[in-house]
Nanobody, 124 residues
């Protein structure tokens, strides 16, 4: 199995940027498609972005397209989420997840491993 640890969250003003990182340990990182999800209080966990095993394909939630970018560095066993032009609606706990299949799923239940989550707060 793989262990995932997120970092890089915090408080940012609206319009600002943050870069989240998710470091993986355990089994070979490049065998997993990776995803980012978020969950705001009282809401269901929501897909944000996903990236293929090699990093050559990505997909993302429509509302973050053009603002958020997912990437990965398999040599560092890390996946990133660059978040620009953050808005108060982006505030949530962000989770990274690993999927043993090559499919970039948008459904949380299809991912096999999860990090503990990290808080992102956006002030208006």
């Amino acid at each position: 199995q793989v262990q995932l640890v997120e970092s890089g969250g915090g408080l940012v003003q609206a319009g600002g940027s943050l870069r989240l990182s998710c470091a993986a340990s355990g089994r070979t990182f490049s065998r997993y498609a990776m995803g980012w999800f978020r969950q705001a209080p009282g809401k269901e966990r929501e897909f944000v972005a996903a990236i293929s095993r090699t990093g050559d394909s990505t997909r993302c939630l429509g509302s973050v397209k053009g603002r958020f970018t997912i990437s990965r560095d398999n040599s560092k066993n890390t996946v990133y989420l660059q978040m620009n032009s953050l808005q108060p609606d982006d505030a949530a706990v962000y989770y990274c997840a690993a999927d043993e299949t090559p499919v970039m799923h948008t459904t949380a239940g299809l991912y096999d491993y999860w990090g503990q989550g990290i808080q992102v707060t956006v002030s208006s």
